[in-house]
């Protein structure tokens, strides 16, 4: 009681919410779970958007310089402090600053720990072991922690220790070197896209382990890593190099084991077309007025079209060539088959479809006034997925969580930003 009395009337209401788990969005499927994120860069802050997404209360800690993808820029939103790179995957959370290299900031971020469902760290394996924030550490202050780690090459083997990107792991796990144009040097996909694979690999590892939990009141140390990711979604041409030793190649927007299924020019863009049956073949033939390709011997199945690749691809391509992107968009509405046009970000965002679906959310910033994000593609019949606030800027919520989620009073608080370990 000597402490209720110390802090205040105002602290025990604070106190007594906490108790209650009730510093949350409120709103989401995760509403009362609560999220320490240790991440930076792409890979570890885009799980823990998906999770704040869902309304998990996403605490996101930095150091004093932030995130580094904060300077991953231009473009900035304000003044060089924060990229455009670093609020696309960042919305959903608070930011707090904190010297974890001290002990005073050792035991905030522990008191943190404590009050935490989820931990997603992407340091280089054994970090934070320094810094007494590894895995057994934290578990002997909260045995129900899940604790999911980040990383590169995973906490074992001999590139344990390497540091790992998106286009390290693209490369040594074979992306590049099936990525590009037939018979042309290997490419680097536009997004960092074993980065966001490894994110919802993770993301899908935490929701497993929160159910596993639920049965059985048991924490666990989850490890994913970009490499694993990677050589996982090489899917089908990892099975047959396995089982077959055929080395995979290079074939631009083709498809090494389907005819048509590609990009054709236009005549003022390019239109992607895919048929995936003999059906769809012979849809697509009458549409594009060559119905003689039909029973030409050459192309009349996959097999067949497959292994005369070239003539088949030279004889659409003189076609398709003779329309715009438009008039094609019109002819293919309705058609069996998939097809869609390459489209700039700007056609992305006018399109028809995507404006009815409202992807794109405005949300308000504190500095920028507003700014514009895609939202979250999944749509729950209950419980929302939402993207409800803008990035944070950094430190922008130290104070809120020291007094709201870790229920210190200001005097505490004022200590600790006046010697330096919060700001």
């Given at each position: 009681?000597?402490?209720?009395?110390?802090?205040?009337?105002?602290?025990?209401?604070?106190?007594?919410?906490?108790?209650?788990?009730?510093?949350?969005?409120?709103?989401?499927?995760?509403?009362?779970?609560?999220?320490?994120?240790?991440?930076?860069?792409?890979?570890?802050?885009?799980?823990?958007?998906?999770?704040?997404?869902?309304?998990?209360?996403?605490?996101?800690?930095?150091?004093?310089?932030?995130?580094?993808?904060?300077?991953?820029?231009?473009?900035?939103?304000?003044?060089?402090?924060?990229?455009?790179?670093?609020?696309?995957?960042?919305?959903?959370?608070?930011?707090?600053?904190?010297?974890?290299?001290?002990?005073?900031?050792?035991?905030?971020?522990?008191?943190?720990?404590?009050?935490?469902?989820?931990?997603?760290?992407?340091?280089?394996?054994?970090?934070?072991?320094?810094?007494?924030?590894?895995?057994?550490?934290?578990?002997?202050?909260?045995?129900?922690?899940?604790?999911?780690?980040?990383?590169?090459?995973?906490?074992?083997?001999?590139?344990?220790?390497?540091?790992?990107?998106?286009?390290?792991?693209?490369?040594?796990?074979?992306?590049?070197?099936?990525?590009?144009?037939?018979?042309?040097?290997?490419?680097?996909?536009?997004?960092?896209?074993?980065?966001?694979?490894?994110?919802?690999?993770?993301?899908?590892?935490?929701?497993?382990?929160?159910?596993?939990?639920?049965?059985?009141?048991?924490?666990?140390?989850?490890?994913?890593?970009?490499?694993?990711?990677?050589?996982?979604?090489?899917?089908?041409?990892?099975?047959?190099?396995?089982?077959?030793?055929?080395?995979?190649?290079?074939?631009?927007?083709?498809?090494?084991?389907?005819?048509?299924?590609?990009?054709?020019?236009?005549?003022?863009?390019?239109?992607?077309?895919?048929?995936?049956?003999?059906?769809?073949?012979?849809?697509?033939?009458?549409?594009?007025?060559?119905?003689?390709?039909?029973?030409?011997?050459?192309?009349?199945?996959?097999?067949?079209?497959?292994?005369?690749?070239?003539?088949?691809?030279?004889?659409?391509?003189?076609?398709?060539?003779?329309?715009?992107?438009?008039?094609w968009k019109e002819l293919f509405k309705g058609a069996s088959f998939p097809n869609g046009p390459i489209?700039?970000?700007?056609?992305?965002?006018?399109?028809?479809?995507?404006?009815?679906?409202?992807?794109?959310?405005?949300?308000p910033h504190p500095e920028a006034g507003t700014v514009k994000v895609v939202g979250p593609p999944t749509v729950y019949g209950l419980g929302g997925n939402?993207?409800?606030?803008?990035?944070?800027?950094?430190?922008?919520?130290?104070?809120?969580?020291?007094?709201?989620?870790?229920?210190?009073?200001?005097?505490?608080?004022?200590?600790?930003?006046?010697?330096?370990?919060?700001?």
């Amino acid at each position: 009681m000597e402490y209720f009395r110390k802090i205040g009337v105002c602290a025990i209401k604070t106190h007594l919410r906490i108790l209650k788990h009730e510093y949350s969005t409120k709103l989401g499927l995760l509403s009362d779970v609560n999220v320490l994120d240790l991440t930076r860069i792409v890979a570890g802050p885009y799980c823990t958007m998906v999770l704040g997404d869902l309304g998990a209360n996403v605490i996101k800690v930095e150091s004093f310089d932030g995130d580094e993808a904060r300077k991953w820029g231009p473009p900035f939103i304000n003044e060089n402090k924060d990229s455009l790179y670093s609020l696309s995957v960042n919305r959903n959370k608070k930011s707090i600053c904190i010297d974890f290299k001290t002990p005073e900031g050792k035991k905030v971020l522990h008191d943190i720990a404590k009050k935490c469902d989820v931990l997603v760290e992407n340091f280089i394996p054994g970090k934070l072991d320094q810094y007494d924030m590894g895995y057994e550490q934290l578990k002997g202050i909260n045995q129900k922690l899940i604790y999911c780690s980040i990383t590169g090459f995973g906490s074992t083997g001999p590139y344990a220790k390497k540091p790992g990107y998106d286009v390290i792991a693209s490369a040594m796990g074979g992306l590049l070197n099936t990525t590009g144009e037939r018979n042309g040097d290997p490419c680097k996909p536009g997004v960092a896209i074993t980065d966001i694979t490894t994110g919802l690999h993770a993301f899908g590892a935490i929701m497993t382990a929160l159910y596993f939990r639920q049965k059985t009141g048991r924490g666990q140390k989850i490890d994913c890593n970009l490499l694993s990711t990677q050589i996982s979604s090489m899917i089908n041409i990892a099975t047959i190099y396995l089982n077959c030793g055929i080395e995979g190649q290079r074939w631009g927007t083709a498809h090494a084991n389907l005819v048509p299924y590609q990009a054709f020019k236009t005549q003022d863009g390019y239109m992607v077309i895919g048929t995936g049956s003999n059906a769809q073949f012979v849809d697509f033939c009458k549409i594009i007025g060559r119905e003689d390709l039909i029973d030409d011997e050459r192309f009349k199945d996959n097999s067949k079209r497959v292994e005369n690749r070239d003539e088949i691809i030279k004889i659409i391509s003189e076609v398709i060539v003779t329309k715009t992107n438009k008039e094609w968009k019109e002819l293919f509405k309705g058609a069996s088959f998939p097809n869609g046009p390459i489209n700039k970000m700007k056609d992305v965002f006018e399109d028809e479809h995507v404006k009815a679906i409202n992807l794109v959310k405005e949300l308000p910033h504190p500095e920028a006034g507003t700014v514009k994000v895609v939202g979250p593609p999944t749509v729950y019949g209950l419980g929302g997925n939402e993207a409800r606030t803008a990035p944070p800027t950094l430190g922008q919520h130290t104070r809120d969580i020291l007094a709201n989620f870790l229920g210190y009073h200001d005097k505490k608080i004022d200590t600790l930003f006046s010697d330096k370990i919060v700001r």
